[in-house]
């Protein structure tokens, strides 16, 4: 949601037909039509815009959207997946998440602790990054050192996961050998993800 501007959100989801807007050339169908038969995942959804938020509400109770410009409804079969860093429980009692939508989309619940709570995982996830990122840039493998093993697992992560898999990327192009040190990670430079 955050990575879509407020006013191209509702056609983005639910799409528009020719001529419903200015630049509305052709038709074009929404995420929801695209997730057809599957799953359609909503990453920070705490960041929804409120009027929107009804609309959604309504289609996830109705299960039928109506592009921008249409003079029906489409009915769908859509699995809604939703994630956000956002405190909804917060948002809610601020006036800037709705209440029902937050219920009608909190039928199973998964919480997932941020990667400082996980370190097992940390090394893993740099790993599989590392050998990825080699690939797609074509270097010869690389490895981390035993230095930049212990760095990687003492770093807080403020940034998660997204944080790790940048910091990853950097030292897979930054590196000018086999083995990637800790000075190759710049962690000292981040500052914010000292323990």
């Excluded at 029906?72 to 699995?79: A, C, G, H, L, P």
Aim: charged share 30%; with cysteine.
């Amino acid at each position: 949601m955050a990575a879509i501007p407020d006013n191209l959100i509702e056609s983005e989801l639910f799409g528009f037909e020719k001529g419903s807007f200015t630049d509305a050339t052709v038709s074009k169908a929404g995420q929801f039509e695209l997730a057809e038969g599957g799953t359609l995942f909503l990453d920070e959804i705490g960041e929804m815009p409120y009027p929107l938020q009804a609309k959604l509400l309504r289609v996830l109770q109705e299960r039928e959207i109506r592009r921008l410009g249409a003079s029906k409804n489409t009915k769908i079969d859509v699995r809604i997946i939703t994630a956000t860093n956002a405190n909804l429980d917060q948002k809610i009692k601020e006036g800037q998440f709705r209440e029902d939508l937050y219920y009608r989309l909190n039928t199973i619940p998964l919480h997932i602790p941020p990667l400082r709570e996980r370190r097992e995982e940390i090394l893993p996830i740099a790993t599989a990054a590392l050998e990825r990122y080699c690939a797609q840039y074509g270097f010869a493998s690389k490895a981390f050192s035993s230095n930049a093993c212990n760095a990687l697992e003492r770093y807080n992560w403020p940034g998660n996961i997204r944080e790790l898999i940048s910091v990853v990327e950097r030292a897979t192009i930054l590196s000018e050998g086999e083995i990637i040190d800790t000075e190759d990670l710049f962690l000292e430079a981040r500052g914010l993800g000292r323990i």
